[in-house]
Structures are given as structure tokens and as C-alpha cells.
């Protein structure tokens, strides 16, 4: 078991920044990839990024690509998420997910053993 908690969500103007932490604690946190999902309303839950155990591999959606930078803090249980150039389309409340080993496909949802309660972001225009 791993349990996860997101934090620095907020109102943010377009064009401005956020970083999104995400606490792990239980299991091992290094033994877990990590992604990052995010979910309008009305809209299914969408993958914006994802990292492998070591953070020596990341992925992106297209979407956030060059703006968007996911990375870990292996030693502190941390999955983080730099949002930079935001824009309103960005608003969502935002996931953190913990797939323990590796994922065969890290932007499927259902690859994920574990999830957060979600971050609230709001890009005004």
C-alpha cells in the first residue's frame, strides 16, 4: 500500500506558474513509476505526464509538452509537477497515480495500483 497527497493546487493567471507536490508514504516509494492525470468537468480523467522508478525516464502529452516538467525526490517521497506558461485550458483538478514495478502504458489510468485526492488548478484568462 501506498498512500499519496497532492498539494499546491490554486488560481493562477495564464501565463503564470504552479508546481504540484506529490507525498508518498508506506511502501517504498522508489519501487513505484508515477504519473501525473488530470480531469476537467464533464471530462474523462487525462494523462499529462508520467516518470519511471529512477526518474531517469519521463513522458509527456502533448498538450504540456515544453511546459509541463515532471520529476522525483526519491530520498523525500516526492513526485513533483512544474506547470509553467499555464494557460485556462490547463484548469482541472490534478492526480497524482503510483503503478508499482513499471506500466506497460503510462497514460492509461487503469495502469495505476494507487491515487491521490486530487489538486484543484484554475487558470484564469
Known amino acids: 500500500q501506498v498512500q499519496l497527497v497532492e498539494s499546491g493546487g490554486g488560481l493562477v493567471q495564464a501565463g503564470g506558474s504552479l508546481r504540484l507536490s506529490c507525498a508518498a508514504s508506506?511502501?517504498?516509494?522508489?519501487?513505484?513509476?508515477m504519473g501525473w492525470f488530470r480531469q476537467a468537468p464533464g471530462k474523462e480523467r487525462e494523462y499529462v505526464a508520467a516518470i519511471n522508478w529512477s526518474g531517469a525516464s519521463t513522458l509527456y502529452a502533448d498538450s504540456v509538452k515544453g511546459r509541463f516538467t515532471i520529476s522525483r525526490d526519491n530520498a523525500e517521497s516526492t513526485l513533483y509537477l512544474q506547470m509553467n506558461n499555464l494557460k485556462p485550458e490547463d484548469t482541472a483538478v490534478y492526480y497524482c497515480?503510483?503503478?508499482?514495478?513499471?506500466?506497460?502504458?503510462?497514460?492509461?489510468?487503469?495502469?495505476?495500483?494507487?491515487w491521490g485526492q486530487g489538486a484543484q488548478v484554475t487558470v484564469s484568462s
Open positions: 508506506g511502501r517504498s516509494f522508489g519501487s513505484y513509476g
Open positions: 497515480g503510483a503503478v508499482f514495478g513499471f506500466a506497460s502504458d503510462y497514460s492509461r489510468p487503469d495502469e495505476y495500483d494507487f
